[in-house]
């Protein structure tokens, strides 16, 4: 099963809403998640089971999805946001990651 | 606070191999799975490996399947990553991650050892 994140990068500005989607080439369920990474830093889990907030993360990350499409919607983008993401799916091993989406200051 | 230490990286010749270890504190160990994900320089997360708590169930990427070996040692609070015939496209940040208690997510990443594999 592939994962494949759209945009792969992505320019915003602080406070617009960004919406990053990945989509499983065969349904997953719902057992997805989304991670935040900065440079030189290993990822950071921000969302699990496709919506679920892990704890501490700030609650303008939401997830959504099931089945094959999935989206992570960041609603309000602040300075810190500034980062890669990646989906990564959890149904059955291989635990395959997507590409990853770069969202860069505008 | 959960930590996770790799070590066992460096600077390899093709075809040789290289032995990765990741050492966990903070939480109970042999209740969680655990994996290894890596990261070739300026790409993205390719998963590699995962190993059960009690080593029933490990999955390999097809990449490093037939080369690679995921093992952990419950008693010492480690995992390990055998990695055999290495090639230079394994060039990569490791990194060790912990399994999250719903089993749908990596809640906690080590901060990796680079493995390059070069002549």
């Known amino acids: 099963i592939q994962l494949t994140q759209s945009p792969s990068s992505l320019s915003a500005s602080v406070g617009d809403r960004v919406t990053i989607t990945c989509r499983a080439s065969?349904?997953?369920?719902?057992?997805l998640a989304w991670y935040q990474q900065k440079p030189g830093k290993p990822p950071k889990i921000l969302i699990y089971?496709?919506?679920k907030l892990e704890s501490g993360v700030p609650s303008r990350f939401s997830g959504s999805g099931s089945g094959t499409d999935f989206t992570l919607t960041i609603s309000s983008l602040q300075p810190e946001d500034f980062a890669t993401y990646y989906c990564?799916?959890?149904?059955?091993?291989?635990?395959?990651f997507g590409g990853g989406t770069k969202v860069e200051i505008k | 606070e959960v930590q996770l230490v790799e070590s066992g990286g460096g600077l390899v010749q093709p075809g040789r191999s290289l032995r990765l270890s990741c050492v966990a504190s903070g939480f109970t160990f042999d209740d969680f799975a655990m994996h290894w994900v890596r990261q070739a320089p300026g790409k993205g997360l390719e998963w590699v490996s995962g190993?059960?708590?009690?080593?029933?169930?490990?999955g390999y990427a097809e990449s490093v399947r037939g080369r690679f070996t995921i093992s952990r040692d419950n008693a010492k609070n480690a995992l390990y990553l055998q990695m055999d015939s290495l090639r230079a496209d394994d060039t990569a940040l490791y990194y060790c991650?912990?399994?999250?208690?719903?089993?749908?997510?990596?809640?906690?990443w080590g901060q990796g050892t680079l493995v390059t594999v070069s002549s």
């Open positions: 190993i059960s708590w009690n080593n029933d169930g490990i």
């Open positions: 991650a912990k399994e999250g208690q719903w089993m749908v997510s990596l809640d906690h």
């Open positions: 065969q349904g997953i369920g719902s057992v």
């Open positions: 089971d496709a919506s």
């Open positions: 990564q799916k959890f149904n059955s091993f291989p635990l395959t």
